[in-house]
């Protein structure tokens, strides 16, 4: 399910002037589910879209594909939630973590620049972990993490785990899901996620190294910048890297 309105901005010109048509993402989310599933979730994601805190959207598009390829199986990454009580402290958490996996301060930087903008990418920024640069083939759409589901009974053990936490929500879990389908790729080394919800301030950072990392007050109350990033190998194959996130089959799993 995607979710977007139209926003108009006015460009000045010498002689001129025009209204020029931005899109603004609303809301979107996406799973792996079994048929008699189906009218279910396409109800409780049109519901979704239509209530969330970002506004109203003028389009709402779900899609219902069938996958014939066998999803391959990974496993889910280990939750924590670190202390944290502002935005500095959420960054210098970022930095120590991400810098002790080898991710150099420049490419960190480089990463809450996008993460930051006004202008939200639709999906996520490839950032290479030594040269920062950006390989994203599209710089307005990024890449999109997709194809994605969790086996029942993961998801049960997951709930239980997360009620005792205090966090069973659904941004929750399918946030932990996508994560740990993009870590399970050999050339990604992390991920920021930043939520562009102007009420949900906790971000994280993932990697297979050292799980999934809730960070509280990422962001204030009420900003609705945000976008994720993913930080890859010098050496990855983009073209491969971008194969698997966007159209490969994954099944999350414990153990």
Do not use: W
Not at 208 to 232: A, Q, S
């Amino acid at each position: 399910m995607r979710a977007s309105k139209t926003a108009k901005s006015q460009k000045s010109e010498v002689r001129s002037q025009k209204l020029e048509a931005r899109e603004i993402h609303i809301s979107g989310a996406e799973g792996i589910y079994e048929d008699p599933e189906i009218l279910k979730i396409v109800k409780g994601y049109a519901e979704r879209a239509l209530n969330h805190p970002r506004g109203r959207p003028d389009s709402i598009v779900i899609t219902v594909e069938r996958i014939k390829q066998r999803p391959k199986k990974a496993l889910l990454l280990p939750i924590a939630t670190l202390k944290c009580d502002c935005q500095d402290k959420a960054k210098e958490i970022i930095f120590q973590t991400l810098t002790s996996i080898g991710i150099s301060k420049k490419a960190i930087t480089a990463a809450f620049k996008i993460l930051t903008s006004s202008k939200t990418m639709r999906g996520a920024s490839l950032i290479t972990e030594k040269s920062s640069i950006g390989a994203e083939p599209d710089k307005k759409r990024g890449i999109r993490a997709s194809r994605l589901g969790i086996e029942k009974s993961a998801l049960k053990m997951l709930s239980l785990i997360l009620s005792k936490m205090k966090i069973n929500t659904t941004t929750v879990k399918e946030a932990l899901v996508l994560a740990s389908k993009v870590a399970s790729h050999p050339d990604v080394m992390a991920e920021i996620c930043i939520s562009d919800d102007p009420d949900y301030t906790t971000g994280y950072i993932a990697s297979k190294h050292f799980g999934y990392l809730r960070i509280p007050n990422i962001k204030k109350y009420g900003e609705l910048y945000g976008g994720r990033v993913f930080f890859i190998k010098e050496s990855a194959n983009i073209e491969k890297i971008i194969n698997y996130l966007e159209k490969t089959p994954v099944i999350l799993r414990y153990n």
